[in-house]
């Protein structure tokens, strides 16, 4: 699948590497295809990296993606360059009066502050508000998904009294569900965090269902019954190494951490870690594309989407 990006964006040369089409602005104007839009709203601290573990995630389709990086006004980067954010990042403001056919919302380093501590949080719930009538549907990630259902649903996230940190296997609840069409009974994925979104509140929410949860890790994907909102409280996203460097980024500054559980050869920090999750992740991003995105907006995203699932002429392109 072609992604469109930036021409000069670091990811870009990297993708190409490992054989990944990715085109820039000048080529995609070229051809008479509408791409599928989508908004990454990128809170994670090593931008560059999320960038292009993303990048890879939105990868496994035939369809034309057009990416637009979004940041948050009220928030300095410390681990990215100024000269980066300005170069390949738009602000909120200069896009709130478009469409877009699917975005992402990364997640946070944040999450053992109260939400409205964060010092971009009313921002945040403005882009929130805003996708229910600009975005088809929408990913919240780790804890961009614990915000979500906050500010959604109000159910609030609370401490945990280790850090859950690893692979870990869960199990799929709701197998007709496109969202995780494919997916085997039991899977593996990363999880990174301090906190968590109580199970039994989403229960209780009629408007969420439950695709997959652990019995370790609780919840790990839920979404609204019309698909315009998704929560995933892992990182699918994540690369081979990323678990390791977070693993020893904490031993080298004297933290407390455990071993990422299921995730070294031997439980051996000196192995290499086991790639075990990528297969479902990439359907993940794949069905979410194809079943939540692109066979629900219109054609011309000036007109609207169809977000009751009640009007047929607005399904396919």
């Known amino acids: 699948m072609p992604i469109k990006v930036q021409g000069e964006l670091p990811a870009k040369e990297i993708l190409e590497r490992e054989n990944i089409f990715v085109m820039d602005e000048n080529r995609a104007i070229h051809q008479d295809i509408r791409p599928i839009k989508i908004a990454i709203l990128n809170l994670m601290p090593l931008k560059e990296e999320t960038e292009l573990q993303l990048l890879r995630s939105l990868s496994n389709t035939p369809l034309q993606i057009d990416v637009t990086f979004l940041m948050v006004k009220g928030h300095e ?22 469409k877009f056919d699917g975005m992402i919302i990364t997640g946070a380093p ?5 939400f409205e501590e964060v010092d ?13 009538t600009h975005v088809t549907s929408t990913i919240h990630l780790c804890w961009g998904a614990q ?7 109000g159910i609030r996230k ?14 799929v609840l709701n197998r007709k569900i496109p969202l995780v069409r494919g997916f085997d009974d039991m899977f593996l994925a990363p999880h990174s965090r301090h906190t968590e979104t109580p199970i039994e509140e989403i229960r209780k929410c009629k408007d969420l269902i439950i695709l997959a949860e652990s019995e370790e890790a609780g919840v790990f994907l839920t979404m609204t ?8 409280m892992g990182h699918p996203e994540y690369d081979r190494v990323t678990l390791d460097g977070e693993y020893k980024r904490d031993v080298s500054k004297g933290l ?26 990439n359907n993940l991003y794949t069905n979410w594309l194809n079943y939540y995105v692109y066979q629900i907006t219109p054609y011309n995203l000036m007109g609207t989407p169809d977000f009751t699932g009640k009007n047929a002429e607005n399904k396919g392109k």
């Open 77 to 98: 980067s410390k681990n990215t360059s100024t000269s980066h954010i300005n170069k390949f990042y738009e602000t909120f403001d200069s896009v709130r009066k478009e």
């Open 110 to 114: 944040v999450e053992q502050m109260p």
């Open 120 to 132: 971009y949080w009313e921002e945040l719930t403005q882009i929130m508000e805003w996708t229910k």
């Open 147 to 153: 915000a979500g259902l906050y500010y959604h649903y």
């Open 158 to 171: 609370r401490m945990l009294d280790h850090k859950m940190f690893g692979l870990f296997w869960h199990k």
């Open 225 to 232: 019954q019309d698909g315009r909102q998704i929560f995933i």
């Open 256 to 281: 407390p951490i455990d071993l990422p559980k299921n995730y070294y050869r031997d439980n051996d920090p000196q192995n290499a870690p086991l790639l075990m999750w990528r297969a479902h992740a």
